[in-house]
T-cell receptor, first 114, second 112 residues
Framework: EAGVTQFPSHSVIEKGQTVTLRCDPI?????LYWYRRVMGKEIKFLLH????????ESGMPNNRFLAERTGGTYSTLKVQPAELEDSGVYFC????????????FGPGTRLTVT | QKEVEQNSGPLSVPEGAIASLNCTYS??????FFWYRQYSGKSPELIMS????GDKEDGRFTAQLNKASQYVSLLIRDSQPSDSATYLC????????????FGSGTRLLVRP
């Protein structure tokens, strides 16, 4: 079974530009989560999809961040316009059903905003 | 106060020793607890989950949970240099999303 995949692995953009991160969850996993780790801090929750619906987006920093999961498969996270403080590693995780609890993480996308 | 607290380390142990990693959490209603291992530049890898008070063993790993003390630990027996990594404690928030709340991680170094 293939794991969670993310693309790109690393992105370097200038302040004010737009970046789109992609996550492909494990096949059959309806739950998809986005997390972020900024330098020196712990991993923090951004949002949660159940299939194509946003279940919880309480962790999204502001309206410069837009997440979508059309068709309930892969998800994208767009940052527009990017700011310096958006730099960090963005992780995607998926889990099979709501009550299974166990989330499996992708390798992350390292975003650097200069 | 952070919701999930871990000593950042590094915790240094000799090869073959028992490594003991500790974590405390603040939300009394939490029911699910996880240990992830993260090698530098890699994804967090789920290694243990525990839901009930007591011990849970899986190979060289033992997770221990004490809900009354709001304390969860991970023991690694017969530590190997390949166990050197950052160990992340995560607690599931009991709300609609079952999001994970992470500690900052403990760096473990196993000396050959």
């Amino acid at each position: 079974e293939a794991g969670v995949t993310q693309f790109p692995s690393h992105s370097v953009i200038e302040k004010g530009q737009t970046v789109t991160l992609r996550c492909d969850p494990i096949s059959g996993h309806d739950n998809l989560y986005w997390y972020r780790r900024v330098m020196g801090k712990e991993i923090k929750f951004l949002l949660h999809f159940v299939k194509e619906s946003k279940q919880d987006e309480s962790g999204m920093p502001n309206n410069r961040f837009l997440a979508e999961r059309t068709g309930g498969t892969y998800s994208t996270l767009k940052v527009q316009p990017a700011e310096l403080e958006d730099s960090g590693v963005y992780f995607c995780a998926s889990s099979r059903v709501q009550n299974t609890y166990e989330q499996y993480f992708g390798p992350g996308t390292r975003l650097t905003v200069t | 106060q952070k919701e999930v607290e871990q000593n950042s380390g590094p915790l240094s142990v000799p090869e073959g020793a028992i490594a003991s990693l500790n974590c405390t959490y603040s939300d009394r209603v939490s029911q699910s607890f996880f240990w992830y291992r993260q090698y530098s530049g890699k994804s967090p890898e789920l290694i243990m989950s525990i839901y009930s008070n007591g011990d849970k063993e899986d190979g060289r790993f033992t997770a221990q949970l004490n809900k009354a003390s709001q304390y969860v630990s991970l023991l690694i027996r017969d530590s190997q240099p390949s166990d050197s990594a950052t160990y992340l404690c995560a607690v599931e928030r009991m709300d609609s999303s079952y999001k994970l709340i992470f500690g900052s991680g403990t760096r473990l170094l196993v000396r050959p």
